[in-house]
């Protein structure tokens, strides 16, 4: 099933606790909008949230009014005015609370997923996954409105999950199918046999709970995403300036009105449910209320009255996604590791990371935006993210380590840790930059009631063991029902002499290694607790940290991958640094790459590289790529790799390169210039061949006698750009050709003579009683056009189809010194005969254009485009069913082929089927078992097999009678059983 069509939104809003947030996580939208995950146009607004005040719903109500005031003014209102709504489409994104798992919230955790068609390459966080499931799932279809989607789940969505918006009015909530178990402890709907929600229950009773199940046993759950139309959308908005709800607003507390506390489901939504009646409406409490606001009963009261009175009349439907699921991100490491580990998973899942030792990895364990090097061994169940560890380092079973960096892994030799969850946190302390390393159990409660836990083990146990008493964690007032882990002030933050590091929380695994000098030392640092700790936390360096990680296994990627000679393009990560502003260590590790490759086809690829990053950073600007290549600032470098000096070029075709960074302008000329530059190593690449050829002397013929070469020209029937450098020798390339004559002659050929003046006369035409252009060279210089990117070049295939007769499969090995290998096709007796009589060449009227035709492909190979090397792959493999087809002598399989291969070649030359082809083989189609342009295809020579033999006088009546066609012709044609040939002349004076 293919994508729908995603969501082109007016404004995405993303609510963020704190104030000292809204413009690090601003910034994160902008970045998702570079990166193409966010539509161009779309408004982008990231808003403190006043959810901690006002709850879900008071947050819900304070987006809307922002959004519709930035909508008012683009409009030029003075006014916020709700008719800026009705051709809108917004996304509100609740962040949410703190997350103990990750500092910058569950929206921007990390998951180890990877999207191999994103055109830029980045880490996958909870908050891209929900973008792109509302923009390409729950919301093509549905009308202009507002969206509302919780970033505190993971959710899985069908890509056509079948929500009708058929008439449709009022709000409409999503939910996603449960266990009745797991419903204890979450939201369930009620509702009617037309989608009508009853009642919305919130850890209901096991009999509500089964009332709402579904034939299958299933609930749907309160997944965290509603959906209000244009119309709910005003009357919602019109409650802003209503007390007491003008408080969730920051209009109202800006004005110094008491906060209060609204749900989304459980006030705002609850309302809209039909089985819901005022009186026990008004007296409810949201979920969201905590014990200690019973006091404000009455303004709450206050409240739910402005939202029935505003918000009744409107009708609440849900629309269930049966093959969808959810889970909510709690505060237990268990679920947390369990939901990044893939149960089931046969091996590690390591995303976005470079491992060096692979093999020491667990099954169910996962590696996301990591560089590992040396011996890093992970236990099954473990999770490691954002760490560039450097071995000896043993992680045992059901651990979680993030934000670690040389500096501190060296603290985890000689360790091997277990169900422990260990991170590094960047913070600021009045103002300055530090780190701080927090130590917690996995099985470590989070909750404030209950017999609380640390390190995987009770209190009393955790004080006996270490030393540690409740009076240094907790102030000797603090009543025992709040001495929790919340609370309790465990991580040190400042020592008065030294930085801190992850053995400031170690130490307590094995408090007993060094008498108390550890303690000593923990007790000596200033400490904060887990809710103190978490207004400190600076999420712009946290995240800018991962950043700079993320590019620094790239880099390490990118090396891998070109001297490694992998089939991964590298489009997506250049993209991604030229988009995020660092370019320049990628451009350095290319240069590394292609000045110490022993391969010159590695070089020339690392240069092609080069050239996409220029080509990038001109953002589209400054002209085509493809162009010439030879201006005199560039010689200098070109001639270091005609010489074969190889790390003497790339250093001066860089030093040559920063003069050229000025303007898109320039860039581009400088990635035509870089392309040159791997022209020449490809050319170097194919001089290898010469080991292969050997020549004997032999005496020269007597001045002024004629030497005369013919060959027959060549039809490609499969497997034609394989043989193209540097396919020919990256791939392995097989080509199926056949040689043959056009209307009886042998149509290439060539003539030479010795002369006594020390010139060489050239002279180039279509026949010898033509017209020709003539050359005559001098000297050297006059030959010096051989490297130019706009000489005439191309594959084997052209050498192979004149020298060899007959029908052949040329075949070269992925490997250097390239060889080319031929191999006759035996093809049943009386078949060439046959084959003849249904064989035809047209003249197209269209000039070919294989030269920009070749430069395209070669771009799109070296960047290693998936669809290219795909169908490359598929050329090969295609040309050995092409030669079974001659085996057996089947013209209806061999127009197959022929079909199927001008498929590829389309695939892999964008734009090589003019319109006039186009039009010519679809009159054609019918008396033809399969055709297809010679050669690169843009023009020429269109060849077919026909239905029945001797068919030319019929075909040219059918194109006769065809307009728009142009100055086309028909030809005859035989497969030729000779081959080149050779023959020596008597004087004479003609040229």
């Excluded at 993210?385 to 060296?410: M, R, Y």
């Excluded at 360096?541 to 992998?566: M, N, P």
């Excluded at 070919?848 to 070296?862: E, F, P, T």
Aim: aromatic letters at 6%; proline letters at 7%; a negative charge.
């Amino acid at each position: 099933m293919t994508q729908p069509k995603g969501v082109d939104w007016t404004v995405i809003i993303l609510t963020c606790q704190y104030k000292d947030n809204v413009q690090v996580f601003q910034r994160e939208l902008e970045v998702r909008q570079k990166r193409e995950q966010i539509p161009a146009g779309t408004l982008l607004l990231a808003v403190e949230d006043p959810e901690m005040r006002v709850g879900s719903g008071g947050a819900t109500l304070n987006a809307l009014l922002v959004a519709a005031e930035h909508l008012s003014a683009r409009a030029g209102f003075t006014v916020v005015t709700s008719d800026v709504l009705h051709s809108a489409r917004i996304l509100i994104l609740h962040m949410g609370r703190d997350f103990p798992f990750d500092d910058c919230g569950r929206a921007f955790t990390c998951l180890p997923v990877e999207n191999p068609q994103a055109p830029v390459e980045a880490v996958v966080c909870n908050l891209d996954c929900l973008l792109d499931t509302m923009s390409h799932r729950l919301g093509p279809g549905s009308p202009p409105g507002v969206w509302v989607c919780s970033t505190d789940m993971l959710l899985s969505v069908p890509p056509n999950p079948g929500i009708s918006w058929d008439n449709f009015r009022g709000a409409k909530v999503i939910a996603l199918p449960g266990n009745p178990a797991y419903a204890r402890n979450h939201g369930v709907y009620l509702t009617d046999s037309q989608g009508f929600v009853l009642d919305i229950y919130y850890q209901g009773t096991e009999a509500e709970i089964q009332r709402c199940a579904r034939p299958d046993g299933r609930v749907p759950l309160v997944s965290g995403i509603a959906f209000f139309s244009v119309e709910t959308a005003e009357h919602l908005l019109a409650t802003h300036v209503s007390p007491p709800l003008d408080a969730c607003t920051y209009m109202g507390l800006d004005s110094g009105a008491r906060p209060v506390q609204l749900s989304l489901f459980f006030d705002i939504l609850l309302c809209m449910a039909r089985n819901v009646n005022r009186e026990d409406f008004l007296v409810g409490q949201p979920p969201e209320m905590g014990q200690g606001d019973m006091d404000i009963g009455t303004y709450l009261q206050g409240a739910r009255a402005e939202l029935w009175r505003e918000l009744r009349d409107q009708p609440l439907t849900m629309a269930y996604v049966p093959d969808g699921s959810y889970s909510y991100m709690t505060s237990s490491a268990s679920e947390f590791l369990h939901s990044l580990t893939f149960p089931g998973a046969p091996r590690a899942q390591v995303v976005h990371s470079q491992v060096e030792e692979p093999q020491l990895l667990g099954a169910k364990s996962s590696v996301v935006s990591c560089l590992l090097e040396g011996p890093v061994q992970l236990g099954p169940g473990s999770v490691l993210q954002h760490c560039h560890l450097q071995g000896p380092v043993h992680i045992g079973t059901g651990c979680l380590v993030s934000g670690l960096d040389t500096a501190q892994c060296k603290a985890l030799h000689g360790l091997e840790l277990h169900d422990l969850i260990l991170q590094g946190h960047h913070v600021r302390l009045h103002g300055a930059p530090s780190r701080v390393f927090t130590l917690v159990g996995r099985l470590d409660s989070w909750e404030r009631q209950g017999t609380g836990t640390y390190l995987n083990m009770s209190w009393s146990e955790f004080f006996q063991k270490t030393g540690v008493r409740d009076w240094d964690l907790w102030d000797p007032d603090t009543p025992p029902a709040e001495r929790c882990l919340l609370s309790a002030r465990l991580f040190p933050v400042l020592h008065p002499l030294r930085a801190l590091g992850p053995r400031d929380m170690l130490w307590m695994l094995d408090p007993q290694e060094d008498r108390g000098k550890a303690l000593r030392a923990w007790r000596a640092c200033w400490r904060l607790s887990w809710e103190q700790l978490q207004p400190c936390l600076d999420r712009a360096a946290t995240l800018a940290s991962r950043r700079d990680l993320f590019f620094r296994q790239a880099l390490h990627k990118a090396r891998r991958v070109l001297e490694a000679r992998q089939d991964l393009s590298l489009c997506p990560l250049i993209r991604a640094a030229v988009r995020e502003g660092c370019p320049g260590p990628l451009l350095a590790t290319l240069d590394q790459v292609a000045a110490g490759a022993e391969d010159p086809g590695v070089a020339a690829r690392a240069l092609a590289c080069v050239a996409d990053v220029l080509g990038c950073m001109a953002e589209g600007q400054g002209g085509l790529r493809s162009g010439p290549a030879a201006n005199p600032e560039w010689m200098q470098p070109f001639s270091y790799l005609e010489c074969g000096d190889l790390a003497a070029g790339v250093q001066a075709l860089a030093q040559e390169r920063d003069k050229w960074l000025s303007r898109p302008a320039l860039l581009v000329r400088a990635a035509r210039h870089y392309e040159g530059a791997g022209q020449i190593l490809i050319r170097q690449a194919v001089m290898s061949a010469q080991h292969f050829v050997s020549m004997e002397p032999v005496e020269p013929p007597a001045p002024g006698r004629w030497v005369v070469a013919e060959c027959p020209a060549r039809v490609d029937f499969s497997g034609g750009w394989s043989d193209t450098p540097p396919l020919a020798y990256e791939l392995g390339g097989a080509v199926l050709g056949l040689a043959v004559r056009v209307d009886g002659r042998r149509p290439i050929g060539a003539r030479a003579r010795r002369i006594p003046e020390p010139e060489l006369w050239l002279a180039v035409g279509p026949q010898q009683d033509k017209m020709t252009m003539k050359t005559v060279c001098r000297n050297l210089d006059d030959l010096q056009d051989y490297c130019q990117p706009h000489a005439p070049g191309g594959g084997w295939q052209d050498q192979v189809g004149g020298l060899v007769p007959g029908i052949k499969v040329g075949r070269s090995r992925a490997q250097l010194p390239l060889k080319v290998e031929v191999e006759e096709i035996t093809v049943p007796e009386g078949f060439l005969r046959k084959l003849n009589d249904h064989l035809l060449l047209v003249y197209t009227g269209k000039t070919r254009l294989a030269r920009n035709l070749l430069q395209d492909v070669l771009r799109s190979w070296y960047a290693r485009l998936p669809a290219v090397v795909q169908n490359a792959h598929s050329l090969v493999r295609h040309t050995e069913e092409c030669a079974k087809a001659f085996r057996q002598g089947s013209l209806p399989l061999l127009g197959q082929c022929l079909t199927t291969y001008w498929e590829q070649k389309k695939l892999m030359a964008p734009g090589c089927e003019p319109l006039a082809v186009r039009r010519m083989m679809d009159v054609l189609a019918p008396h033809v078992h399969g055709q297809s342009l010679a050669g690169a295809g843009g023009g020429g020579f269109l060849y077919l097999l026909t239905k029945e033999p001797q068919q030319k006088e019929a075909l040219e009546a059918v194109l006769a009678k065809t307009e728009g066609l142009g100055n086309y012709s028909v030809h005859l044609v035989e497969v030729d059983t000779q081959g080149l040939s050779l023959q020596l002349l008597g004087s004479e004076t003609s040229t």
